[in-house]
């Protein structure tokens, strides 16, 4: 009886099967200039299911600071250009071309004809005016601003015709087409409204209606519900097309689950529940290599990422801060040498073994070897020598007592803690081998976990901190996004934050080779100033470099065209190119 | 009658070899370093995670009277660090017992570099395997088992002072003091005291030596568990003040004072011992939990809740079933010290029947 229903029921999935395949979207309509994709092929149908660390803040893509919000606000729209994080060039998008004037200051860009909003309305020059006035509106406060707004002056924008945009930069800006990567369309004709009211900051909020929300990628909003999911189904009139001429994307709908952590992502993952993760640490990645053979996942070690990990002192200025002791910490740490000899004593090969598992790579600069186009291959790799570090201290003046520890010229016994974000294992792992390789030196270093908030307050707003691990970049290899890192007047100045002008000759010097590569527009005359600023950053030391993790995803066997990169968004940069394998494939795997 | 006798006797014996075992756990913990083959923070950065050492007896010579034991090597392909470990048979480490070692104290006075056992350099010994840093966990357990139970301990003794003069007094006084006294023991009873604790955390320092941090972890755990011991005392001194015995002795026109220490405070010693021997487990888990939320000793050095709090990666957690050791000692202590306020408990019963 049992088995006869169980027949039945694969019977009935199987009908199922034949008769529910869905209706291939229409092919180009006339007029419609269409982005064709000859390198792709894929099959429609299904869903893909995604788990996400948290929920997301906003759809709205002018306000989300956050990753999974932008993560996810990235599949709903489109941009002028694109970036294509498998060959980290640019490509044309709903720009189809675009012309530089000789001065390097003047962008013309040719929109795509007769592409559609995912609400059947036309976009054309007036969606990408009105979607940059609110970019560079002050009032909107977008984190996007800071990025088009160049020596203070805002791009001057204005419309040619109705699918011709001209931008115009205060002065000549390299690779600023990169630019145009993350800055979606808005479609006015559903935004002007509430933004002429002054509500902009209160739309595409999560419990928006999806009618009310319109984008040019390719999916659209179809439902959200709080707590557990996100669900985006294909939007009809996407603007690609494979190999072909199949309308992508392949996929009926993605669904973002609300899993919490990353190892509630990787369980969710073993279990099947979702199919794609983006990013692992190593530990779970050496998992789910071992469950390999039986679950056949696609797994992918893409190598080191650009995020770089190091340890910062405290060099802000703390007059009426009163933070005595903090500041009696400062006379060590704004000596070279003293920074030298804890660089010097800094076990990165340990740390590229036992906190990445061998998957990742130590660091002695800010650019690190996933940044082939502009790591500078010239800059030593010193070796770590205790003795080293000893007679470096020996030679700025430091001895030791008879107990062992590091006294100053002063005799103040050399001790001081060093914060870290409690939530970020491998961060913490950092702090446990430095703290050991620190004393072996003889200096007692104390760390301190804090949760991810209250340490980035400390190193932000109050400078109550002396040392602190933490981790920047990831975001694009292009030296740009890092000039609020390294320029003295940068938001992530990390070691002096707020100065107005450099404190030291080689921070002018520094500033000075990231505004002029800034300006710069040949590659190779930039890459020559962009390695002097490395050489300089790595022979002041104002961080401690120590590693970078390698990017490490994960599919369902299901999943075609994974392609990862090391670029933010690792897995789901190419979600329109996605697909689940045939079902008889699939159900041979799975039985 | 007849067939109680045995009985006691059976009770009798288990009574001594529950008491012994507890001697003999808090003489482990004590004399840690003798009985731990290493120091507690030295890392070492080629065995990470490296499994529990095998003991072996035999090898292709035959049988040896004298233990030994082969280095663990990683093995082959997979060389990262969760990678699997292999024997390297090419060289025994013979065990040998009482060998010079790391330097360590015994109650901060008694300092020695013997061990009870260990093995030539570069072998090591580690019985419960290492941890992600390479450290004997065997010996984390050991010293980690110092804090822990040390500040189960500690803070029990103020919880149950703090609770037992409160209680006393509120009970033999009654009227307002009861009233005010208990309503504060409610209060301290219903404080959601994990938040209460996070929220403290923020507001301290951000260094603090590990002895500052076991007096303040034990300080609180303490003065936030008093008020149950207190409910208690409070009961049993509010039905003692009414004895006959206590009556009397008012009668002849004793002082306060004098009844208290004469009458009362006797009677209230045995539920304190039980109050106790319940409260010690309870309070190395208290210490457990709030190391395993960050808010207790800090690393490098260990107790039982910030080893355990490592487990809570679920790769770790599924990977590396040895680093579970300082949660099997937590059981051990917990259910000794549980059997012993059944011991106390029972006489209490048989006393006052």
């Known amino acids: 009886m049992k088995v006869i229903a169980r027949l039945t029921l694969h019977v009935c999935l199987f009908a199922g099967f034949c008769f529910a395949a869905p209706p291939a979207p229409a092919g180009a309509r006339a007029g419609e200039e269409i982005a064709r994709l000859p390198d792709v092929e894929g099959r429609y149908g299904g869903h893909l299911t995604v788990g996400e660390r948290a929920e997301p803040k906003t ?29 980290q060039l640019t490509e044309p998008a709903l720009a189809k071309s675009w012309k530089i004037s000789p001065d390097g200051r003047t962008f013309t860009l040719t929109l795509r004809k007769g592409v559609l909003f995912s609400d059947g309305q036309p976009f ?45 930069l205060p002065r000549p800006y390299a690779a600023a087409e990169r630019l145009f990567d993350g800055l979606a369309i808005l479609p006015k004709h559903l935004l002007e409204k509430p933004y002429r009211a002054g509500h902009f900051a209160e739309s595409w909020a999560l419990n928006a209606q999806p009618s009310e929300i319109a984008g040019l990628g390719p999916f659209r909003l179809k439902q959200y519900v709080p707590g557990q999911r996100i669900v985006l189904e294909r939007n009809p009139y996407y603007w690609k097309v494979d190999r072909q001429n199949h309308r992508l994307p392949y996929l009926d709908e993605l669904v973002f689950l609300f899993v919490g952590t990353e190892d509630a992502q990787v369980m969710r993952f073993e279990a099947g529940e979702t199919d794609i993760i983006s990013r692992l640490s190593s530990e779970n990645y050496s998992l789910l290599l071992r469950e390999k053979g039986r679950s056949g996942s696609q797994l992918a070690d893409l190598g080191p990422s650009l995020e770089y990990n190091f340890l910062v002192f405290n060099l802000n200025d703390l007059s009426g801060k009163k933070l005595d002791e903090v500041a009696a910490t400062q006379a060590w740490f704004r000596d070279l040498r003293f920074r030298q000899a804890i660089s010097l004593a800094v076990d990165r090969d340990s740390i590229v073994r036992l906190v990445y598992g061998t998957r990742g790579a130590a660091l002695w600069g800010n650019v690190g070897p996933g940044n082939k186009l502009w790591i500078n291959q010239s800059l030593p790799h010193q070796a770590r020598s205790i003795e080293g570090a000893r007679q470096i201290l020996r030679s700025a003046g430091y001895s030791w007592n008879t107990s062992g520890q590091l006294i100053d010229a002063e005799r103040r016994t050399v001790e001081f803690s060093i914060i870290t974000s409690s939530s970020n294992s491998q961060r913490m792992k950092m702090a446990a081998l430095l703290e050991d390789d620190l004393s072996k030196l003889g200096i007692q270093a104390h760390i301190v976990p804090l949760e991810f908030r209250a340490m980035i307050d400390r190193v932000f707003q109050s400078f109550n901190y002396e040392a602190a691990i933490m981790g920047l970049g990831g975001g694009d290899a292009d030296p740009n996004p890092e000039m609020n890192v390294w ?55 104002p961080f401690i470099f120590l590693g970078t993790p390698n990017i490490l995803s994960g599919a369902d066997a299901r999943v075609g065209n994974f392609h990862p990169a090391v670029l933010d968004p690792y897995t789901l940069w190419n979600a329109d190119e996605l697909y689940i394998r045939s079902s008889a494939q699939e159900n041979a795997g799975i039985r | ?151 189960g301990i500690v803070a029990t003794l103020l919880a149950l002072a703090t609770g037992s003069v409160l209680g006393i007094i509120a009970g033999f006084y009654g009227g307002w003091i009861d009233e005010s006294l208990m309503g504060l023991t409610e209060l301290f009873l219903s404080l959601p005291w994990l938040y209460f604790l996070l929220g403290v955390r923020a507001f301290l320092p951000l260094h603090l030596s590990t002895l500052r941090t076991f007096f303040l972890l034990t300080g609180v755990i303490g003065l936030i568990g008093w008020g149950r011991p207190a409910r208690l005392i409070r009961g049993l001194v509010l039905s003692l003040r009414h004895r006959n015995f206590v009556l009397a002795a008012r009668g002849f026109g004793a002082a ?90 029972s006489r209490l019963k048989s006393q006052s029947t």
Request: with cysteine.
């Open chain 1, 124 to 168: 054309d020059a007036d969606d990408v005016i009105f979607s940059f006035g609110v970019y560079m509106d002050e009032a909107v406060d977008s984190p996007q601003r800071d990025l088009l707004i160049i020596d203070g002056k805002p791009i001057v924008i204005s419309k040619i015709d109705k699918y011709t945009v001209r931008f115009v």
């Open chain 2, 256 to 345: 306060d004072f004098y009844l208290l220490r004469r009458h009362i405070l006797p009677e209230t010693f045995g539920l304190l011992l039980t109050q106790a021997a319940m409260l010690v487990p309870r309070y190395i888990a208290a210490e457990v939990t709030l190391s395993f939320f960050g808010l207790g000793v800090n690393e490098p050095v260990p107790s039982w809740g910030n080893m355990l709090s490592t487990l809570q990666q679920y790769s770790v957690l599924v990977s590396y079933s040895w680093l579970l050791a300082p949660a099997g000692a937590v059981v051990v202590t917990s259910v000794l010290y549980s059997l012993l306020a059944d011991v106390f408990h």
């Open chain 1, 59 to 87: 759809l709205n893509p002018v306000l989300a600071t956050d990753s999974v919000s932008r993560e996810i606000i990235g599949r709903l729209m489109g941009d002028l250009v694109e970036i294509n994080r498998s060959s």
């Open chain 2, 1 to 151: 009658m007849v067939d109680k006798i045995p009985d006691s006797s059976i009770r009798r014996t288990q009574v001594v070899l529950l008491i012994v075992a507890l001697a003999g756990l808090h003489f482990l913990l004590i004399c840690a370093g003798f009985f731990a083959p290493y120091d507690a923070t030295s890392q070492d950065r080629e065995l990470p995670y490296a499994p529990p050492t095998r003991i072996h007896f035999c090898d292709a010579s035959g049988f040896h009277s004298r233990p030994f034991i082969y280095a663990w090597t990683p093995s082959g392909a997979d060389t990262d660090s969760s990678g699997s470990y292999r024997e390297d048979r090419s060289h025994e480490y013979p065990v040998h017992f009482f060998v010079r070692g790391a330097s360590y104290d015994i109650l901060g006075v008694f300092e020695s570099s013997w061990h009870l056992f260990g093995v030539d350099a570069p072998g090591k010994l580690m019985l419960f395997g290492a941890d992600a840093f390479g450290r004997d966990e065997f010996s984390r357990v050991l010293f980690g088992g110092q804090i822990s139970v040390a500040a």
């Open chain 1, 487 to 541: 320029t003295a007047t940068g938001t992530s100045h990390l070691w002096h934050l707020g100065e107005t002008t450099p404190a030291t000759d080689w921070e002018r010097e520094l500033d000075q080779l990231m505004q002029k590569q800034m300006v710069t527009l040949d590659y190779s005359k930039r890459k020559q100033l962009y390695d002097r600023a490395q050489q300089l950053i790595a022979e002041n030391l």
